[in-house]
Nanobody, 124 residues
């Protein structure tokens, strides 16, 4: 079992940048497929990006392609989501998730462990 902890959310103007972090509790290794999702009020949870255990493969949702970058550090304890050129429609609670396996796809039902989320608000 693992507890995921997100950080880095906040309020930013349109066109600005934020970097989100996802770490496992007690600085445990996060050497698994990890994904970021987001959810706005009244909407379903939406896939944003995912990264393979090695970090060599990444997947992005079309709305964030070219603006967001998912990465992980070398000790594989933290996964990042660098968000550039932010738009008001990026406003949401952002969650990281893993199923402690190789999987790094788009389906939220395939992930078992979720963080509590971090709020990102982009003002126009």
């Amino acid at each position: 079992q693992v507890q995921l902890i997100e950080s880095g959310g906040g309020l930013v103007q349109a066109g600005g940048s934020l970097r989100l972090s996802c770490a496992a509790s007690r600085r445990a290794t996060l050497n698994y497929g990890v994904a970021w999702f987001r959810q706005s009020p009244g909407k379903e949870r939406q896939f944003v990006a995912a990264i393979s255990p090695s970090g060599g493969n990444t997947v992005y949702a079309e709305p964030v392609q070219g603006r967001f970058t998912i990465s992980r550090d070398n000790p594989k304890t933290t996964v990042y989501l660098q968000m550039n050129s932010l738009k008001p429609e990026d406003t949401a609670v952002y969650y990281c998730a893993t199923n402690l396996r190789h999987y790094y796809g788009r389906s939220p039902e395939s992930y078992i462990y979720w963080g509590q989320g971090t709020q990102v608000t982009v003002s126009s």
